[in-house]
């Protein structure tokens, strides 16, 4: 049986949950539907080391501030796992976990949302999903030769799984950085790290706040016709965490560039020579998590949808939240998901005359 909502949230991660604590502030019945069996959004499937590039108190979300983790300047994800879910709860947000959402149709003046539970046919849909149920691994020669283990950023959780083996960690970007080096600081794993470019490590000093503030700064530059700044890129690629520190000061995360093929048993570089390796972890990033609404043919080029801040240009009953700066600035951050999903919620209660 069809089910009928003002506004149905696709994803309950940090984005859906900022969007439904905006929505029900405006009186707007929702809901959220969430394909993870339980909260705390791609958080419950990081690698183990992984702490946030921001104290506790800098990486909330709206109304309820994250409290501080004993013993930990940054919190770990374990951590964040339990504010998500407090949150949840504490907001009491309808939030139905267990739930995918496959398409998203256009019928007549409402838009049909289909999931494995059952269609909902809702005012506006808001799209949150985020990238980590897509990630990228780009072609390489040789990728289908190679006969040790491939896997990606969200497979990897932990050097013991690599004990005695010889790993390349391909990506220049923070996910590449800290597990090179989480596995580099582990005796019994042998790491090689590969990027495209020479890897930008950022100042020392540089965490989660100054990176926020300089993205904030950016998007008000431009929104007000002045010179673009570059934003965090014009300062660097990769956050200087502590392990990453660590890794850098003991000479263990020094990077070669990108090889020129894969090879049966390893890699092969631009002067010929070749290197063995056992398992290759690509830190390679994601795309957006968007195939849900394939129906509605909104994609553009890279497979962004075209917005004019979370609304989608072609579909006006659309919003898309959290996916990068392209759905607001430092949107796809805990601190920075705050002010697109109020945003949203401002311009979905108006369109809905609440």
Partial sequence: MTQHVDVVVVGGGQAGLAAGYHLRRQGIDCTVLDAEPAPGGAWQHMWDS???????????????????????????????????????KRYDLPVQH????DAVHRDGDRLLVEADS???????????????SRPFVPAVPGSGDFT??????????RPGDFAGQHVLVIG???????????LALDDDVETTWVTRRPPRLLPDDVDGRVLFDVATARRRALDAGRTDTGGVASLGDVVAVPPVRAARDA???????????????GVQWDDGSRSEADAIIWCTGFRPALAHLGPLGLRGP?????????????????????????????????????RPAREAAHQIARQLDV
């Fill in 251 to 265: 000479g263990l995360l020094r990077a070669r560039p990108m090889f020129r093929r894969l090879t049966a048993t």
């Fill in 50 to 88: 992984l702490r946030l590039f921001s104290p506790a108190d800098h990486s909330s979300l709206p109304g309820r501030l994250m409290p501080a983790q004993p013993g930990e300047t940054y919190p770990d994800t374990g951590h964040v796992v339990d504010y998500l879910t407090d949150y949840e």
């Fill in 148 to 157: 040790g283990r491939q896997l990606h950023t969200v497979n990897y959780r």
């Fill in 98 to 101: 267990g739930t995918r959402v």
């Fill in 172 to 182: 220049g970007g923070n996910s590449g950085a800290q597990i090179a080096a989480d």
């Fill in 118 to 132: 059952g269609p909902w046919r809702a005012r506006a849909v808001i799209s949150a999903t985020g990238t980590w």
């Fill in 302 to 338: 890279r497979g962004h949808i075209a917005t004019a801040g979370t609304r989608a240009v072609g579909e006006p009953r659309l919003h898309l939240l959290g996916y990068g700066d392209w759905t607001g600035p430092a949107s796809a951050t805990l601190i920075g998901v705050g």
